[in-house]
T-cell receptor
Framework: GENVEQHPSTLSVQEGDSAVIKCTYS??????FPWYKQELGKRPQLIID?????GEKKDQRIAVTLNKTAKHFSLHITETQPEDSAVYFC????????????FGKGTKLSVKP | DTGVSQDPRHKITKRGQNVTFRCDPI?????LYWYRQTLGQGPEFLTY????????KSRLLSDRFSAERPKGSFSTLEIQRTEQGDSAMYLC?????????????FGSGTRLTVV
C-alpha cells in the first residue's frame, strides 16, 4: 500500500512570510493529492488538492506543486496570517483502494504576529 | 443541515464496555467513511460504505469493531469490549461519488476516552 511521509512536523514563521510543507509518497500509481487543515479541536477541512495530470494549482495564497518523477508534493502558503496557524495534513490514495486515503502525520504551523 | 454530523461529541467509558457512535452524512452523499485519529497523528482509515454496502475494511478494524449503514443514510460504529488503546477521535466523512472519489467532507468527530 501507499506510504506518505510529511515534513517538517512543526513550522514556525513570522506573519507575512511564506511557509512550505513537503510530502513524499511511495506508490507511483497515486493520482490525487489533497491537503487538509485542522484547527485545534475542529474537523479536518480540505483546502486544496491536485491531480497527477497537472504540476501546480493555486488558490489565492495557497498553492500545491507536484513532482511525479520524484514522488513528492508540497503545500505553499504565502503572506501567512495568524489564522493560518493549524495542523496541516497531506494525503494520497491507498494503493488499489477506491476511496481510502493515507494521511501524513501532520505539520503544526504557527504564524507569529 | 449542510454538514456531516456526529453524535456524541465526547464519550467516556470504562474499559470493557460497549460504545456506539452515529454519523449522519450530507444527505445526497453516497459514500461514507470512518477514520480514527490519535493525538499527533493523521487520520487512519477504518472502513467505508457506498450506499448501504460496506466495501472496504482496514486491518485496524478488529473483530471488536463493527460498522453499519442500514439504509444507505446514517451509519453507526460500534466498539465492543473497549480497551484503553481505543481512546481516539473517531471521524466520519462523506462524499458524492459523481464528484470524485476523494472529495471528503469530515464531521467534527466523536472523542472516545476509555478509562
Amino acid at each position: 500500500g501507499e506510504n506518505v511521509e510529511q515534513h517538517p512536523s512543526t513550522l514556525s514563521v513570522q506573519e507575512g512570510d511564506s511557509a512550505v510543507i513537503k510530502c513524499t509518497y511511495s506508490d507511483s500509481a497515486s493520482n490525487y493529492f489533497p491537503w487538509y487543515k485542522q484547527e485545534l479541536g475542529k474537523r479536518p477541512q480540505l483546502i486544496i488538492d491536485i491531480r497527477s495530470n497537472v504540476g501546480e494549482k493555486k488558490d489565492q495564497r495557497i498553492a500545491v506543486t507536484l513532482n511525479k518523477t520524484a514522488k513528492h508534493f508540497s503545500l505553499h502558503i504565502t503572506e501567512t496570517q495568524p489564522e493560518d496557524s493549524a495542523v496541516y495534513f497531506c494525503a494520497a490514495p491507498n494503493g488499489g483502494s477506491q476511496g481510502n486515503l493515507i494521511f501524513g502525520k501532520g505539520t503544526k504551523l504557527s504564524v507569529k504576529p | 443541515d449542510t454538514g456531516v454530523s456526529q453524535d456524541p461529541r465526547h464519550k467516556i467509558t470504562k474499559r470493557g464496555q460497549n460504545v456506539t457512535f452515529r454519523c449522519d452524512p450530507i444527505s445526497e452523499h453516497n459514500r461514507l467513511y470512518w477514520y480514527r485519529q490519535t493525538l499527533g497523528q493523521g487520520p487512519e482509515f477504518l472502513t467505508y460504505f457506498q450506499n448501504e454496502a460496506q466495501l472496504e475494511k482496514s486491518r485496524l478494524l478488529s473483530d471488536r469493531f463493527s460498522a453499519e449503514r442500514p439504509k444507505g443514510s446514517f451509519s453507526t460504529l460500534e466498539i465492543q469490549r473497549t480497551e484503553q488503546g481505543d481512546s481516539a477521535m473517531y471521524l466520519c466523512a462523506s462524499s458524492l461519488l459523481s464528484q470524485g472519489l476523494y472529495g471528503y467532507t469530515f464531521g467534527s468527530g466523536t472523542r472516545l476516552t476509555v478509562v
